[in-house]
């Protein structure tokens, strides 16, 4: 059974930065594709950011792109979410998630693919 523990949130001012991190454990992480998926008050779970077992493929929600930057290293069974210029608007909870195996995508943009999440951690910016 695939465990994920994120890290890292917190209370921040628009323009600043965050760090969030995820380490997995109880499974094949180098083989997992990860994602970061949010979820603000009152709104449906949002893929943020997705990357392959590699690192060589990354894909991002069109809000955050060129913020925000995907990140594994997989000898230490990580994912990281770097999150710079942050708006109020990405004001969530954070949760990292996994699943093994292919995907396409587009699917790899939709929560409903992910079998392994993590307990979230809020991110607050405030304004």
């Known amino acids: 059974q695939v465990q994920l523990v994120e890290s890292g949130g917190g209370l921040v001012q628009a323009g600043g930065s965050l760090r969030l991190s995820c380490v997995a454990s109880?499974?094949?992480?180098?083989?997992?594709?990860m994602a970061w998926i949010r979820q603000a008050p009152g709104k449906e779970r949002e893929f943020v950011a997705g990357?392959?077992?590699?690192?060589?493929?990354?894909y991002y929600t069109d809000s955050v792109k060129g913020r925000f930057t995907i990140s594994r290293d997989n000898a230490k069974n990580t994912v990281y979410l770097q999150m710079s210029s942050l708006k109020p608007e990405d004001t969530a909870v954070y949760y990292c998630?996994?699943?093994?195996?292919?995907?396409?995508?587009?699917?790899?943009?939709?929560?409903?693919?992910?079998?392994?999440w993590g307990q979230g951690t809020q991110v607050t910016v405030s304004s």
């Open positions: 998630a996994a699943r093994s195996g292919t995907v396409s995508a587009q699917d790899m943009r939709r929560a409903i693919s992910y079998a392994y």
């Open positions: 109880g499974g094949t992480f180098s083989r997992s594709i």
């Open positions: 990357i392959n077992w590699s690192g060589g493929s990354t």
